[in-house]
Structure formats: C-alpha cells, structure tokens
C-alpha cells in the first residue's frame, strides 16, 4: 500500500513541477503528514505535550530526504496554535498557499526569521532550529471515509509555486485515489 503511496506522490510532484525536472528531486517535495491525537518524539519540546495533536509525516515524494520525520502542531484544546502549513491546512480543512518566503539558506537574520515565521505559521525558534529552504508551500487536505484524515504539503525552493492550477487539477483527481489507498491504512 505504501509503495502505491510513494507511487502518488512521485507523479503529483512530477506534475506539479514538470519545468523543474533538472533539479534535485529534494528541491521539490510532496509530504503526506498524517493526523495523530498522541505522538512522542524530541521534537515535541517545541510546544505542546505528546497529547496535543500533530501532523506527523508519513510519506514523501523522491528518494532523498525520506527520513526526516517532521511534525506540526495541531491542537485540539488550542486551535489558534496550529504550526506550519501543514497546521493551517487542517485547521482551514481548505487549501492554503504561500509564496516568496524569504531565502534562508545563507544568514538568518531576524527580520527574515520574523517574516519566514509569520508567513509560514511556525515560531522563531522552530525556524532558527531547522532548515527552512522552502521558498514557497502549498498545502492541501485529504480526507478518508469522509472525514479529514490529514494533509499534503508542497515545498520547493522556488520562490512560487510553479503551476498552482495543475496542482489543484491533478490533486482533485488524486485525492480520490489517495483517499481508497489510505482507506487500508
């Protein structure tokens, strides 16, 4: 089932940045993040207890960067301190975008750790402890049996979306797939 996962997310991500196929894979990423109610992980020191709520990554698109395990924040008791994009998108159960991030990949300075902050829902410290190469972020809901079973997040280096209407059409048609194949999980 996972291997049809993978599957999915590999051709929305080729999709989606079909104009970008001489980059590195991991310069344009696809993230399936699953909603947990309990989750325990050293990562959960960034606010929250283990039982708050969190979109934990479950798959991603390539074949590089596979193993970082990243979660944001969603709590039920505490619905206005979602994290990330990945946070935004549940509690709006909508899509949401956002672009022209501030390029972090040589200093952060504060006011771009400020804005990256701000734009992209996640604290100052969640920015100045991780990288944050991603220039632009996309994130959509998926839904199984008819109920919000977590999200897909797009990150790339480039500055916008490439081809944010392709994403919409192509995440339509496949969601619905995606949603039978998860129904198994």
Sequence with gaps: MW??????????????????????????????FKHHSFWWHWESKWGGTPWTGWLVTVERSGHTTKNNITAFKVPDKDADNIEGV???TWARKASVLVEELPD????????????????AYISKDWVQSHQCPARSLYGV?????????????????????????????????????????????
């Design 104 to 119: 972090l990949s040589g200093t952060k300075g504060k006011k771009n750790v400020a804005d990256y902050s701000k734009k």
């Design 141 to 185: 809901p998926i839904e199984v049996n008819g109920k919000l079973w977590g999200v897909i997040v797009i990150d790339s280096r480039s500055e916008k979306l490439p081809n944010r209407d392709l994403a919409e059409k192509f995440h339509k048609m496949f969601g619905k797939t995606l949603s039978k194949t998860l129904e198994r999980a």
């Design 86 to 88: 990945a946070g935004a």
């Design 3 to 32: 291997d049809h996962v993978e599957l999915l997310l590999n051709q929305f991500r080729d999709c989606v940045f079909e104009q970008h196929f001489s980059d590195p894979v991991h310069h344009h990423r696809v993230t399936l």
